[in-house]
Antibody
Framework: QITLKESGPTLVKPTQTLTLTCTFSGFSVSTSGVGVGWIRQPPGKALEWLALIYWDDDRRYSPSLKSRLTITKDTSRNQVVLTMTNMDPVDTATYYC?????????????????WGQGTLVTVSS | SYELTQPPSVSVSPGQTASITCSGDKLGDKYACWYQQKPGQSPVLVIYQDTKRPSGIPERFSGSNSGNTATLTISGTQAMDEADYFCQAWDSSNVVFGGGTKLTVL
């Protein structure tokens, strides 16, 4: 059974750096084909993909946010960490991590078949 | 950048068929998937690889994808299907989500 859970601050100030941790079970991020992604959703708005890390440490970022994002993995702790710099009130959102399942073995596409519960991050002074 | 366009809202009567579209340039050449999100809950995958249903998703959910449009169809819509629905595809190595469609069952 795959589960994921996000953790991190609920409130950050403008210009600060946000660090979120996704702790998961039921799979290993070092297993060939595995990927873990981060997606956010501002209140009442659409989902927005942020970043994805693959089993081989390949990392992909949203082009519009690439300069502010870093995604890393800690295989021994079953964790994936996302950092986002220079936070702004428009970054207020629920942040989700999710397990990515590829369409074929080793592919760099796929779908998010398991999601965490999400964590609401508010950016305010 | 690649965009996926969905209608903001769709209404359907209970027991009828609901169709939610997702449009993107040559979307039919890519795989599309769909997520259902109810208020206060995380998204749930309901269709992947255009037409496949994950385990536990009712048979009334189906999908298609051709040309520039992917479609999520809910046959015999039930009140419990009222939710937001998001399509998703890939553009090169990037994940793209549609803007979401609010399905109202009335």
């Amino acid at each position: 059974q795959i589960t994921l859970k996000e953790s991190g601050p609920t409130l950050v100030k403008p210009t600060q750096t946000l660090t979120l941790t996704c702790t998961f079970s039921g799979f290993s991020v070092s297993t060939s084909g595995v990927g873990v992604g981060w997606i956010r959703q501002p209140p009442g708005k659409a989902l927005e993909w942020l970043a994805l890390i693959y089993w081989d440490d390949d990392r992909r970022y949203s082009p519009s946010l690439k300069s502010r994002l870093t995604i890393t993995k800690d295989t021994s702790r079953n964790q994936v960490v996302l950092t986002m710099t220079n936070m702004d009130p428009v970054d207020t959102a629920t942040y989700y991590c999710a397990h990515r399942h590829g369409y074929s073995y080793g592919s760099r596409d796929g779908y998010f078949d398991h999601w965490g519960q999400g964590t609401l991050v508010t950016v305010s002074s | 950048s690649y965009e996926l366009t969905q209608p903001p809202s769709v209404s359907v009567s209970p027991g009828q068929t609901a169709s939610i579209t997702c449009s993107g340039d040559k979307l039919g050449d890519k795989y599309a998937c769909w997520y259902q999100q109810k208020p206060g809950q995380s998204p749930v995958l309901v269709i992947y690889q255009d037409t496949k249903r994950p385990s536990g998703i009712p048979e009334r959910f189906s999908g298609s994808n051709s040309g520039n449009t992917a479609t999520l169809t809910i046959s015999g819509t039930q009140a419990m299907d009222e939710a937001d629905y998001f399509c998703q595809a890939w553009d090169s190595s990037n994940v793209v989500f549609g803007g979401g469609t609010k399905l109202t069952v009335l």
